[in-house]
């Protein structure tokens, strides 16, 4: 649907304006605090609920009528393959610091636990919710490394990007509940989209390659920014 590529353009806009800033900061040009300052912290959180948000959207639109398998196998042993390939490219760079379950890892896992929640309904919004919450609370056994892609450590492990289970897996069922909410009302269909949206171009376009977009940007910038540094 045009109207979730353009929202998916929307946070690859949003993302790369977040690495442009990143890169500024690893070159010495500026001195954002991406850590600990709020307003980074909170666009991050914008950026990533908006991209896992449309997850769920797009796994109901493609798979909400019946599972198709080898677009599943495809689908994933591309997003698999890219997340191996930012494994291999930031451990050189970023030693330690690597990252190992960044958003295309969780992505990979999240669609295909998302699978299991096609036939639900409200329930995906309850379980949604309750991941949100769930991620607030923390315990000392999730802290061994084989067990921080699930989330709920006491502390933040050390890499450069990192999207656990929980609570991010929360935001992929109410994106798919919105889907099946919005289905059962009608309301997602080429047809109801209103005529800005079919009248938009750049954007949509973006959502549409969004991977490519993603696997890309960061050399790009990272190239041209170099060249000055």
Excluded at 17 to 30: I, N, R, S, W
Excluded at 39 to 62: E, K
Excluded at 137 to 159: C, E, Q, V
Aim: aromatic fraction near 16%.
């Amino acid at each position: 649907m045009q109207s979730v590529d353009l929202l998916r353009g929307v946070a690859i806009a949003l993302m790369v304006v977040y690495h442009f800033c990143y890169d500024l900061v690893y070159y010495g040009f500026a001195g954002f605090d991406f850590y600990d300052s709020p307003f980074w912290t909170s666009f991050r959180s914008l950026i990533l609920g908006l991209f896992l948000g449309l997850v769920g959207v797009s796994l109901w639109l493609a798979q909400g009528r019946g599972l198709k398998w080898r677009k599943v196998v495809r689908r994933t042993a591309l997003i698999a393959a890219n997340a191996a390939l930012i494994s291999a490219v930031t451990w050189p760079l970023f030693g330690q610091r690597f990252i190992w379950f960044g958003v295309l890892h969780f992505i990979v896992v999240a669609s295909l636990l998302g699978l299991l929640f096609l036939r639900f309904y409200r329930l995906n919004l309850a379980l949604g919710a309750g991941l949100l919450v769930l991620g607030q609370y923390s315990h000392p056994a999730f802290d061994p490394r084989p067990w921080n892609w699930i989330g709920l450590m006491t502390h933040k492990p050390a890499t450069e990007d990192y999207v656990p289970l929980v609570p991010w897996f929360g935001v992929v069922l109410l994106g798919l509940f919105a889907a099946q909410w919005l289905t059962r009302r009608g309301r997602l269909a080429a047809d109801r989209e209103p005529a800005w949206v079919r009248r938009a171009r750049l954007l949509p376009l973006a959502g549409r390659h969004s991977l490519l977009i993603y696997m890309l940007h960061q050399p790009l910038l990272m190239g041209v920014l170099g060249l000055f540094a």
